[in-house]
């Protein structure tokens, strides 16, 4: 080596530094990707993304061959620096070149290009994803032989590298990728995939029309009550009974029984064989599993029952899609005709309203994991049934009760504007 000249030298120190940045850089833009776009474009048939989804597919062999090319390059620099060192100002130069070599690999060859790669990984890794995938094969006998040793250190401490786990994703985890998609995703998409995760943490109860609030036809009727209760239906499918809804017959669809009235062959036998066998739902059921189950039955309405059979109230698909989609009016505030505004800036709310539907439309900050209505919810603050005028705060909400129906709080005010904050003790 004391026969290569001073330039020489310098060019291949210069050139080993170059390496040893394009190890360091590459190390990190590689292992930074984002492994589901990186996915994504593999599936687009971009060349690179497929190389370098490869290689990450056994990070193990791939550190191995990153790490021997950057301490080789590493060492093989700080031999030339020595050999400079020596011939430019003898063996005292020697603590200087490596104090300065030190510093120049770690602003050139670590710091900048390791940030750099964590900046805009895809502009180093899909690059080397070209040269590692056929580096690799030439030097996979010594690879193998570096990971064997390697990887059986790891397994005393009973860490097993074959085992890679998936690059699974938690509810909690896809939610906060969901919030932080900015421009990507419309914020009211981003409202519909966020409610899509929330269907499972709600179940029918929450969405059903109250057993109290539902209409039907009943068949014990006379038939003039009948046809009368018939032409008024203002639903695609009416409840029929008998008598009481307990005594549930079924369904009965508006556009089979129109086409039969029109055709003038309506009469009470052939009514009923237009009902359809009604279709229940065990309360409790989670919202994601029901929307299943309405898919799998083909049905688009169902009665929720308790464990004893008794009918608790009334569920449609169209409610079940409105907490994926929204209400299906202008205004969500609309659609709630249980809440009117005052102008005083209060709202009256019917005792039957849903607290979800209150919290999801006006962002009130109501409890949700106890009863569902506003009357429930005054009952288990107050755990008596109240008087009209009685004046309570809820979760720091002023609520004063005006009327009372059947031991029942049937109308309330609410003052939002007025809320105080609790205090955390």
């Not at 409840?239 to 089979?256: T, W």
Request: charged share 20%; glycine share 8%; net charge negative.
């Amino acid at each position: 080596m004391d026969d290569l000249p001073i330039g020489g030298l310098f060019a291949a120190l210069l050139l080993l530094i170059v390496l040893s940045a394009f190890f360091s850089g590459s190390e990190t833009a590689l292992m930074t990707l984002n492994r589901y776009r990186l996915r994504h474009m593999a599936q687009e048939g971009h060349k690179a993304a497929r190389l370098a989804e490869r290689l990450l597919q056994r990070p193990d062999r791939l550190i191995g061959l990153i790490l021997l090319g950057n301490n080789f390059v590493n060492i093989l620099a700080s031999s030339l620096a020595t050999v400079l060192a020596i011939r430019l100002g003898g063996e005292g130069a020697i603590p200087l070149a490596a104090g300065l070599l030190t510093l120049v690999i770690l602003i050139f060859s670590e710091v900048a290009p390791k940030t750099l790669a964590a900046l805009h990984p895809e502009r180093l890794a899909f690059p080397a994803a070209w040269i590692y995938s056929p580096l690799l094969k030439v030097s996979y006998p010594l690879v193998a032989l570096v990971n064997f040793f390697a990887n059986n250190v790891l397994r005393l401490l009973r860490v097993y590298p074959e085992e890679l786990g998936g690059d699974t994703l938690s509810k909690e985890e896809l939610r906060t990728i969901v919030n932080e998609a900015g421009a990507l995703i419309s914020r009211r998409h981003q409202r519909m995939l966020l409610a899509i995760l929330d269907l499972e943490q709600a179940t029918v109860e929450d969405i059903m029309i109250p057993r109290q609030e539902i209409d039907g036809i009943d068949l014990e009727e006379s038939w003039d009550e009948l046809l009368e209760d018939l032409r008024e239906m203002p639903y695609t499918q009416a409840l029929v009974y008998r008598g009481s809804i307990d005594r549930v017959v079924g369904f009965i669809h508006a556009r089979h029984l129109m086409q039969t009235l029109m055709r003038g062959e309506l009469t009470r036998e052939r009514l009923e064989a237009l009902i359809q066998e009604p279709y229940f739902i065990p309360e409790g059921t989670p919202l994601n599993t029901q929307l299943f189950n309405f898919q799998k039955a083909k049905r688009r309405v169902g009665l929720v029952v308790d464990e004893y059979g008794d009918v608790l109230g009334l569920v449609t698909m169209s409610d079940l899609l409105e907490q994926i989609v929204g209400e299906f009016t202008s205004d969500p505030q609309d659609s709630i005709s249980d809440v009117t505004p005052q102008e005083d800036g209060s709202y009256l709310v019917s005792g039957s309203a849903s607290v979800r539907e209150l919290v999801k439309t006006f962002g009130w900050e109501l409890p949700t994991d106890g009863p569902r209505t506003l009357n429930g919810l005054i009952l288990e603050h107050l755990e008596s049934i109240p008087e009209p005028g009685t004046s309570l705060l809820i979760n720091g909400y002023p609520v004063e009760v005006l009327q009372i129906q059947d031991n029942a709080v049937k109308t309330a005010r609410i003052l939002p504007r007025q809320r105080r904050q609790q205090s955390g003790r």
